[in-house]
């Protein structure tokens, strides 16, 4: 039944007929340094290789835009966080939407999807934004989605209303490492978690270049599996907002305001945290962002960008209510069609006057330096550095820089042309 060409000819003719792009790509990249092969441990000097083939899909119309895409990202490392031989597999599945649904009303959709074996260095990439402290697993399944929808009723107002849920667990048991005297400690589990936001912001336009209005955000987190047996988090913030348009590539944005949160139930696995009601507590927040795409200057763009904040964060590997500083910096230089070279920079530290208990990792920073040479349509070099570092708590009794990784690397990116011309 499931060979018959009535049933699969016309979804066939329909891809050919159609404004379907689909391409494969393979990254492979070789890279030499040291860092830690699971969290809590000392960094160890190594080499590594990683490659990704990735096939990807897309519908590209005027008014609808689709992506999907999947990956297998393959790991070699000697020894390795599972202390095998073989290779870490893990599955990576994206989906990316646009759909301007009238000439007033457009809808964006993103869905994130990563299930396998997770070495250290691919860890901070399965969280919404820059983490401090990060899960001893090398096993685990996290899928993320979410959605916006942008209302424009006049050439004054603009209403957009958004929502996300994340979901992550640990798959099978946590990795172990060794303390400073040799002894082999059990890392900790990323507790099962579901976190939930919704965001409603209404915008007026005092001005052509100018955007003010007002946003709230509601977050709640659920954990249900050890270390954080039953607890929950739940905060909502409302936020004034000004967003200043220098010209169609560079744009300001400003926020103030505050957030009030919520801790109960449970067991945070924090040495310390127990399990009593935090009750309601409030925290200023506010947020400063600048996005600069720099006119040409002898065919070469400068692209320029970063933002300072403090926000409070349902964290999701701590299981409590953090309140953090945040700095994000990238600046990319582009000398198209084959050059470009950039700096990536962050940094995050918790803004409480006293470490949480148990001297988790509550600060961390990264810098990357990479350097693109495009050689064809088809064949992308890249090279160059990452480093990376975590810490405690700056009053934490111990307080120093542990888990550095620092890494020389160097890419190659094939991609083919479109399958279906």
Not at 108 to 130: H, K, M, N, V, W
Not at 254 to 276: F, I, K
């Amino acid at each position: 039944m499931w060979a018959s060409p009535a049933l699969w000819a016309p979804l066939v003719l329909a891809l050919w007929a159609g404004k379907w792009d689909s391409r494969l790509q393979l990254s492979t990249e070789l890279r030499a340094g040291e860092g830690p092969r699971v969290v809590g441990e000392a960094p160890r000097a190594g080499v590594a290789v990683v490659a990704l083939p990735t096939v990807l899909l897309r519908w590209m119309e005027q008014d609808l835009r689709f992506q999907i895409g999947y990956g297998a990202r393959v790991f070699w490392r000697q020894p390795n966080e599972l202390g095998h031989q073989r290779p870490l597999l893990l599955h990576n599945a994206h989906l990316t939407l646009f759909d301007q649904l009238a000439s007033h009303l457009e809808l964006r959709g993103q869905s994130l999807a990563s299930l396998g074996e997770a070495d250290y260095s691919i860890l901070p990439t399965l969280f919404a934004s820059p983490q401090s402290s990060l899960p001893a697993v090398a096993k685990i399944f996290a899928v993320s989605s979410g959605l916006r929808l942008a209302w424009e009723p006049s050439a004054l107002w603009l209403i957009e209303v958004g929502a996300e849920a994340e979901h992550r667990r640990t798959l099978g048991t946590p990795v172990e490492t060794t303390d400073a005297s040799g002894n082999v400690v059990p890392g900790l589990p990323l507790p099962r978690q579901t976190i939930v936001r919704e965001t409603t912001a209404a915008g007026l336009r005092p001005t052509r270049r100018d955007l003010v209005g007002l946003s709230v955000t509601g977050a709640y987190a659920q954990y249900d599996s050890y270390p954080a047996l039953g607890v929950s988090l739940a905060s909502i913030g409302p936020r004034g907002y000004w967003r200043h348009f220098f010209s169609r590539q560079t744009e300001a944005r400003g926020e103030l305001g505050a957030a009030l949160s919520r801790r109960w139930g449970g067991d945070t696995g924090v040495a310390g945290v127990g399990a009593t009601d935090s009750g309601w507590t409030l925290s200023p927040t506010f947020n400063l962002t600048v996005d600069s795409h720099v006119a040409r200057i002898d065919g070469q763009t400068w692209d320029v960008g970063g933002g300072l904040a403090a926000e409070s964060l349902l964290d999701p590997v701590l299981a409590v209510v953090t309140n953090r500083g945040l700095a994000q910096l990238h600046v990319w230089w582009r000398a198209p069609p084959q050059w470009q070279a950039g700096l990536e920079a962050s940094f995050v530290t918790s803004l409480a006057r006293a470490p949480l208990p148990g001297n988790p990792d509550e600060t961390a920073f990264s810098l990357a330096l990479p350097v693109r040479d495009r050689v064809s349509p088809h064949w992308t070099w890249e090279w160059g550095v990452r480093w990376s570092d975590r810490a405690p708590h700056w009053d934490a009794p111990e307080f120093r820089f542990h888990q550095r990784q620092i890494w020389l690397y160097c890419s190659i990116l094939a991609e083919s042309g479109n399958l279906f011309e």
